[in-house]
């Protein structure tokens, strides 16, 4: 190989790795990316059931409920208008409790119930999911 | 007067900063050579005054000086003293003058000790290091002073966010720092050498040991952050592909990929351009950590502040730098002659595929990190990229990566052969067979990714250690043994990772006093919880007997700290040849129930073993260079 070809070969692996690359990645995201929704919004445009996405809003007052086997809970989690049940097996968070902002990582189940994996509150008195923050729905939290 | 000596100090290092750089470019102008023994005293002595503003600052730490702002926002005179140390880089200013005290004194280190490299493009690098560093001493003077004094001072401390309240501070952001800041003397080294037209071998060994000490840095650092994050939060995950963790991880591929093309223009003077475009790069993945982590964007346990004037600042000097480097590298890249040949079957053929799939894995993270960051200020919809992405994208990418490690050492510079590699990895191969065959028929079916994890773990062990075959042991060079231990390590790791994905059990319960769990190979009893208080916290203690013996106890805490309020979790974690019990403890019910959450993780702890192994590695091969440049240096003398 003359000396040209081997760097323009070399160039142009990488340009196609690159964009092999970005390809994979755009793949990747149409298939995997989560959205952030308000209850309203799912009113709205509901969700396939079992497509993940992220739950955003207050835990309603006076909805958190222990089930029998003491480590399900069941809660609303509500904005200005529309609230949805969540189910979540697990330890919640340090500071998760009614009134107050959360954001919950799961997807919808056939009984139109959120079923959640993951349970994100606040890390202190300072600290919120910043999508929470953005739409102003901390409650006292927002702080 | 502490905190105003060390702002001094600052003052006046900034200004050694600026003289650094004009005297490199009056130099590298030609106009005036006598300036050319001044650039290394001046690097000399800005390094050693950002050394002391740093000290005085961990000194006004250590006394809880509580008439400097920073102290008074986040220090307690209550804290234990490792704390208050290491607090001194836990916020927002204190961290942002670590990594400028880190840039200055790499640039002192280089002015006194590199010999061997070209003075002119030496005077280059020493510029260019001065030019990353003025944007640094603006930012920290003009927007994030760590000295500012309050009055009247506070009666007390606001204290230190708990979960940062753990000797992985100590160790953790320092090391990562060290790790940055080394990329950004190899992209100096970079700049200098395109400056005064001297990419070559000789650049290159100037450049390797920067580039080695700031990857086994970085290896180490991502390493003790991810086992940090194991087990102070509870969640008994060992990587969630967070996107501060991208941030460390980005740099670390990027430099992986130059460590090993470095090694090749060291060698073999091959892959000159491709050598510089790579150091650019693991410079920019530096910049864009320091950027995601410092300005505030992502809202995480490492934002300490959120201040939109910051975050500004921070673009603005990525931006600028990055985009420089782009446009010098497309300016001068053509004046780069090109090195020498090799056949497409070759090492030197392997270490470009290595070079690519690095940079693809890089593409892929890139893209997954910044992607909802860029459809969030674009179209306002917020979402977020997790593990399915990166999983599905970065694993199978990966996997090919580890058989061309595994392929890669085996073959010859230059020119080899198809089937003479094969003949070598033979035993690999099989060994890799007989695993997946096992994994086929006597395992119940565990998945794709940590099927192929475990079966190429095993064959890429054997064949990292394929090289020392047939070798006197003794006279192996250490490089050689570092490339063993480290590719061994990556075996290592890839073995643990597949099996906590593949065979770890967990058990959630509530649990009455008296019962008892069974989760892996453990039985637990639960005997009960009891009040405990620590210096700065209460807590909720549950004690768990393990496999009925009432002595042998482990104790998951629910932790109240006091300033600021909060709570954290605790894990109590047993440590096994053959994995971990992780505990944690959750809420009561009031009627006498508490959560439990039980995990046993077979060969968890390999997982990280392999990330020291793999910086070990790295030591081993730095040393080994070191040594054997010193005594070609003292042959040239003599001869």
């Known amino acids: 190989m003359k000396a040209k070809h081997q760097r323009l070969t070399l160039a142009i692996l990488a340009v196609i790795a690159v964009i092999g690359a970005g390809f994979l990645a755009l793949y990747g995201l149409r298939d995997n990316a989560a959205l952030f929704r308000t209850p309203s919004e799912i009113a709205a445009a509901p969700v396939p059931v079992g497509q993940a996405f992220r739950l955003g809003g207050m835990v309603a007052d006076g909805s958190i409920e222990h089930l029998p086997d003491g480590v399900t809970i069941r809660f609303l989690v ?10 979540y097996s697990g330890i919640t968070p340090d500071l998760f409790q009614e009134n107050s902002g959360v954001v919950a990582e799961g997807a919808l189940n056939a009984g139109g119930i959120f079923v959640a994996e993951t349970i994100l509150a606040k890390h202190d008195e300072n600290y919120m999911p910043p999508e929470l923050a953005e739409r102003n729905l901390g ?4 702080q | 007067m502490i905190a105003e000596t060390g702002l001094a100090a600052l003052w006046l290092a900034a200004a050694l900063c600026a003289l650094q750089l004009l005297f490199g470019i009056a130099v590298l102008r030609g106009n005036s050579d006598e300036l050319s023994s001044a650039v290394r005293p001046v690097a000399v002595v800005q390094g050693l005054l950002t050394g002391i503003s740093f000290l005085m600052l961990i000194w006004l730490f250590l006394r809880t000086d509580l008439s400097v702002e920073l102290v008074a926002l986040n220090s ?24 400028v005290a880190i840039l200055a004194v790499a640039g002192g280190l280089v002015a006194l000790f590199e010999r061997r490299l070209n003075e002119r493009t030496l005077i280059a690098t020493l510029a260019a ?3 990353i560093g003025l944007g640094f001493y603006a930012f920290l003077l003009f927007a994030s002073n760590p000295f ?16 940062l309240q753990d000797p992985g501070l100590a160790f953790h952001p320092p090391t990562l720092y060290l790790g940055y800041v080394g990329m950004s003397v190899a992209f100096s080294f970079a700049v200098g050498a395109l400056v005064t037209r001297d990419v070559g071998a000789a650049f290159a060994r100037a450049m390797r040991p920067w580039v080695l000490g700031s990857w086994i840095f970085l290896t180490l650092g991502i390493t003790a952050g991810s086992y940090w994050a194991y087990y102070e939060l509870g969640w008994g995950g060992w990587w969630f592909w967070d996107p501060v963790e991208n941030a460390s991880l980005m740099p670390w591929l990027a430099a992986t990929a130059l460590l090993h093309s470095v090694t090749v223009l060291a060698t073999r003077d091959s892959l000159r351009a491709w050598t510089v475009m790579l150091a650019v790069v693991a410079f920019s993945m530096s910049m864009v950590g320091t950027f995601l982590v410092r300005s505030g964007i992502l809202t995480s346990v490492h934002a300490f502040a959120v201040d939109p004037q910051r975050g500004t600042f921070i673009l603005a000097l990525l931006v600028l730098y990055i985009g420089g480097a782009l446009a010098l590298y497309g300016l001068r890249v053509g004046t780069v002659r090109e090195g020498s040949q090799f056949e497409p079957v070759s090492r030197e053929g392997a270490l470009v595929a290595n070079n690519l799939l690095f940079t693809a894995i890089l593409g892929v993270v890139l893209i997954g990190t910044l ?11 917020q979402l977020s990229v997790g593990p399915p992405y990166f999983n599905s994208t970065a694993g199978p990418l990966a996997l090919l990566l580890v058989v061309v490690m595994a392929a890669g050492p085996l073959m010859r510079w230059r020119k080899d052969d198809w089937k003479k590699v094969v003949n070598r990895i033979s035993l690999p191969i099989l060994i890799a067979s007989l ?11 565990i998945g794709i990714l940590p099927t192929l994890g475990l079966t190429l773990a095993a064959g890429v062990g054997a064949a990292s250690l394929a090289p020392l075959w047939g070798r006197k042991l003794r006279r192996t060079p250490l490089f050689t043994w570092g490339m063993v231990i480290a590719h061994l390590g990556v075996s290592v790791c890839m073995a643990g990772m597949a099996f906590e994905s593949s065979f770890s059990e967990e058990v959630l319960v509530a649990s009455r006093p008296g019962e008892t769990h069974q989760v ?12 405990v208080a620590g210096p700065n916290w209460t807590a909720i203690e549950a004690r768990l007997s393990v496999n009925g013996d009432p002595e042998d106890l482990l104790r998951p805490q629910s932790r109240m700290f006091s300033s600021p309020p909060t709570e954290t979790n605790e894990a109590a974690i047993r440590t096994a040849w053959n994995g971990q019990l992780y505990t944690v403890i959750g809420n009561g019910d009031g009627s006498g129930r508490w959560q439990l959450r039980l995990w046993w993780k077979p060969f968890v702890t390999w997982i990280w073993l392999g990330g020291v192994m793999i910086a070990f590695g790295g030591l081993l091969s730095l040393v080994g260079r070191v040594r054997r440049e010193r005594r070609t240096a003292q042959r040239e003398a003599y001869a």
Request: proline share 9%; hydrophobic share 45%; no cysteine.
């Open chain 1, 78 to 87: 509500e904005d200005e208008t529309a609230s949805l049940p969540v189910l």
């Open chain 1, 139 to 142: 409650g006292e939290a927002s």
């Open chain 2, 76 to 99: 307690h005179s209550a804290k234990p003293w490792l704390y208050k140390f290491a607090g001194t880089w836990g916020n927002h200013e204190g961290s942002m003058l670590l990594w």
């Open chain 2, 129 to 131: 290091q001065a030019a």
């Open chain 2, 148 to 163: 500012a004094r309050l009055s009247p001072a506070a009666a007390e401390g606001q204290g230190l966010n708990p979960l």
């Open chain 2, 371 to 381: 992607y909802p960051l860029i459809v969030e200020a674009v179209t306002g919809e």
């Open chain 2, 435 to 445: 695993v997946l065959a096992i994994l086929m028929l006597a395992v119940s079916p």
């Open chain 2, 520 to 531: 892996g190979p453990y039985t637990i009893t639960f005997l009960g919880t009891e009040p």
